[in-house]
């Protein structure tokens, strides 16, 4: 097709927008907010899914020791986890710092624990496991193990809370897709609205072009491109707030008694081309489903 044509649906279209701006910035703005939310939801299930899937790979335990334990039964300790197949200890975390750990963790509501006369807190090791594959590592049977040892009161493994959070991670995706098709219906249906007001504004001019023997699709084509258009900037908007926004955040590592436990990282380039190629289809689909309407209606 003639590029002066595609020209003229795309001035046609930008002179549609301007001419009926406050009806478009309107749509856009609401686009933009259903299309943040859709990202923020995204935006949550690519970390909690990454962060599965690193503990997923890898183990990790951590040894809680009973209180007042004494020195020989904690160094007798220590030696029987540096025998384990694998087993590196990563950390001794005492009783005072892993308070000093939780008070840092609640910031502000620290003042919480003012009422608390004693730590409550438990020491611990914090082990992982390199070469768990080829040592075969079994963590129940580990953890198993550890428990019986004197001195020690708890062993907990990630793959425990893994176990614990997957029931949880499936309804939250599960509503996650149910919130997401719900956005997009509405998104669908301010497009629909917004360009049939626009075309309904200009029928007289629709009618007129159809009169000279214009084909269907030189009249649609512009309102098509608007919907476009509108689905494209809402994209980038919602993506330009949703980027602002975790810039802003300082908190960008998750931290548990001073272990990191989920790096927060912005969508990867994949989820970003992704939410702009459902924004553009959304803004034709709803653009098509509305000329469609109408042309029916002229006919």
Do not use: C
């Not at 020791?65 to 087993?87: F, M, T, Y």
């Not at 927060?264 to 380039?269: A, H």
């Amino acid at each position: 097709m003639n590029i002066r044509i595609w020209i003229y649906y795309f001035k046609h279209a930008v002179s549609n927008i301007l001419s009926n701006q406050w009806i478009h910035l309107i749509s856009i703005g609401t686009i933009s907010i259903s299309l943040l939310l859709f990202g923020a939801f995204t935006l949550f299930f690519v970390n909690v899914n990454t962060w599965m899937v690193e503990w997923g790979q890898s183990l990790s335990m951590s040894v809680y020791l009973d209180d007042g334990i004494q020195r020989d039964v904690k160094d007798e300790i220590e030696s029987i986890i540096k025998g384990l197949p694998g087993a590196e200890i990563t950390g001794y975390i005492s009783k005072e710092k892993a308070e000093a750990d939780l008070i840092a963790a609640l910031g502000a509501q620290a003042g919480l624990l003012d009422g608390i006369t004693s730590n409550p807190l438990p020491a611990s090791f914090e082990i992982t496991f390199k070469d768990r594959k080829e040592h075969q590592v079994d963590a129940k049977r580990i953890k198993v193990f550890l428990d019986q040892l004197e001195g020690v009161d708890e062993v907990q493994y990630s793959e425990q809370w893994l176990e614990r959070f997957e029931d949880l991670i499936y309804l939250l995706k599960l509503g996650g897709l149910i919130v997401g098709g719900l956005f997009s219906v509405a998104v669908l249906f301010i497009i629909t609205n917004t360009i049939k007001l626009t075309i309904y504004s200009r029928r007289d001019e629709i009618e007129i072009f159809k009169l000279v023997g214009a084909t269907d699709w030189f009249v649609k084509m512009p309102f098509l491109i608007e919907g476009a258009i509108q689905g494209i900037l809402s994209g980038f908007i919602a993506l330009l707030i949703l980027f602002l926004a975790y810039s802003l955040f300082s908190l960008k590592t998750v931290h548990i008694f001073g272990l990191p436990v989920m790096d927060i990282v912005f969508l990867p380039y994949g989820y970003i081309l992704l939410i702009f190629i459902f924004s553009l289809l959304l803004g034709l689909t709803g653009s098509f489903i509305a000329v469609g309407r109408f042309f029916r209606l002229l006919g």
